[in-house]
């Protein structure tokens, strides 16, 4: 367990809408990763982040931005929600092992 | 970049059975991982192992790196088993920082 939370867990929003996840660990990890998970896609990543205000972009990285201000915070932004962004969105973290927060499932009608 | 396949995508059986499953990836690795997701979604650690062989309770892993592949041993198989196993690699010839490369995952599911 490598003290990661992610808010909100749950979340249905309308497609168009901003929506901000937020993913916070308590382990001063310097690496931290988001991805999404789709049935027959296993896990894909998004965005990660090797550093404060470091980041780059991962293989699935179109329509989402991410921040990272402080060690501890990484942010994954849909600055306008479309329904293919309906997922579970699970961060992580890279210690010397890779742990993964408890995921948010997010729903966008 | 580097490739990651498990095998077999399903397995079904019955409670106290043994089961192996199987991870072949394309390049050499310094990061290799096996997790379990289990039916509430939670992905759990279960092995760090670019090589070697670790063993923790009914559970074992195996990674022959010269011959690219690994193998996950869960033996006295109990339905809390059941779920995705999922392995993940990383290859010091990627580019950019650390980052693993997921397989599709085994589908378990342990019968009563």
């Known amino acids: 367990d490598a003290g990661i939370t992610q808010s909100p867990r749950h979340k249905v929003t309308e497609t168009g809408t901003p929506v901000t996840l937020r993913c916070h660990q308590t382990?001063?990890?310097?690496?931290m990763y988001w991805y999404r998970q789709d049935p027959g896609h296993g896990l894909r990543l998004i965005h990660y982040?090797?550093?404060?205000?470091?980041?780059d972009k991962g293989e699935v990285s179109d329509g989402y931005s991410v921040s990272r201000s402080k060690t501890e915070d990484f942010l994954l932004t849909l600055e306008s929600a479309t329904s293919s962004q309906t997922s579970v969105y699970f961060c992580?973290?890279?210690?010397?092992?890779?742990?993964f927060g408890p995921g948010t499932r997010l729903t966008v009608t | 970049g580097i490739q990651v396949e498990q095998s077999p995508p399903d397995l079904i059986l019955q409670e106290g059975a043994n089961s192996t499953l199987r991870c072949n990836f394309s390049?050499?690795?310094?990061?290799l991982q096996w997790f379990h997701q289990n039916p509430w979604g939670q992905l759990i650690n279960l092995f760090y192992?670019?090589?070697g062989t670790k063993q923790n309770g009914r559970l074992s892993a195996t990674t022959v790196a010269t011959e690219r592949y690994s193998l996950l041993y869960i033996s006295s198989s109990q339905t809390t088993d059941s779920g995705v196993y999922f392995c993940?690699?990383?290859?010091?010839?990627?580019?950019?920082?650390?980052?693993?490369?997921f397989g599709q995952g085994t589908r378990l599911t342990i019968n009563p």
């Open positions: 192992i670019p090589s």
């Open positions: 993940a690699v990383d290859s010091p010839r990627s580019q950019g920082a650390q980052k693993l490369v």
């Open positions: 390049d050499s690795v310094n990061n």
């Open positions: 982040s090797y550093g404060v205000k470091d980041t």
């Open positions: 382990e001063n990890h310097r690496y």
């Open positions: 992580a973290t890279l210690g010397y092992e890779q742990y």
